[in-house]
T-cell receptor
């Protein structure tokens, strides 16, 4: 009965590779988010989708491309991985379109780029 | 640009103590303020959400206050327990409620 799930939990890869992280929520929420938490534990929003529509796109390299096949899924694809991409990536969801209500977070994906 | 600061960065207390975590933000034009808890290797869990028109919210042993005009919030934890050990994050959403800006968190350790 997991609310927000992410796969994989850990991802170790070489520089230059392309990888994807998947996220699914079973809460019936309309909005999903991707956050990045760096080594200093600082959490920053990357993207937000509402009903498959991109509504927030922070200053993120275009190597990062979110994909929302339906409102319950928001995947993150990363091309040409760099060392600085190493971080924990969190998916979240909320009922409302914006950050006006409680956000529910997934367990995170720890990405290590070697 | 909104900036959120949390003090202290780390706190260690003996079990049973009452404690206060502080959060300050630079732009008082917020829609709401949220407190989250993060356990090691896990995602964030929402604890309390205070709307900009509210002064405080309570849930069990937790009480969060909001002084929007001064850009401050506090999270009060009563009768702390070892299970309260975690990182506590404060986040504010902008006036339109568009996105959350997080502080860097306070790492709390409650010793038995």
């Amino acid at each position: 009965d997991t609310a927000v799930s992410q796969t994989p939990k850990y991802l170790v890869t070489q520089m230059g590779n392309d990888k994807s992280i998947k996220c699914e929520q079973n809460l019936g929420h309309d909005t999903m988010y991707w956050y990045k938490q760096d080594s200093k534990k600082f959490l920053k929003i990357m993207f937000s989708y509402n009903n498959k529509e991109l509504i927030i796109n922070e200053t993120v390299p275009n190597r990062f491309s979110p994909k929302s096949p339906d409102k319950a899924h928001l995947n993150l694809h990363i091309n040409s991985l760099e060392l600085g991409d190493s971080a924990v990536y969190f998916c979240a969801s909320s009922h409302l379109r914006t950050a006006r209500d409680t956000q529910y977070f997934g367990p995170g994906t720890r990405l290590t780029v070697l | 640009k909104q900036e959120v600061t949390q003090i202290p960065a780390a706190l260690s207390v003996p079990e049973g103590e009452n404690l206060v975590l502080n959060c300050s933000f630079t732009d008082s034009a917020i829609y709401n303020l949220q407190w989250f808890r993060q356990d090691p290797g896990k995602g964030l869990t929402s604890l309390l959400l205070i709307q900009s028109s509210q002064r405080e919210q309570t849930s069990g042993r937790l009480n969060a206050s909001l002084d929007k005009s001064s850009g401050r919030s506090t999270l009060y934890i009563a009768a702390s327990q070892p299970g309260d050990s975690a990182t506590y994050l404060c986040a504010v959403s902008g006036a339109s409620g568009s996105r959350l800006t997080f502080g860097e968190g306070t790492q709390l350790t409650v010793n038995p």
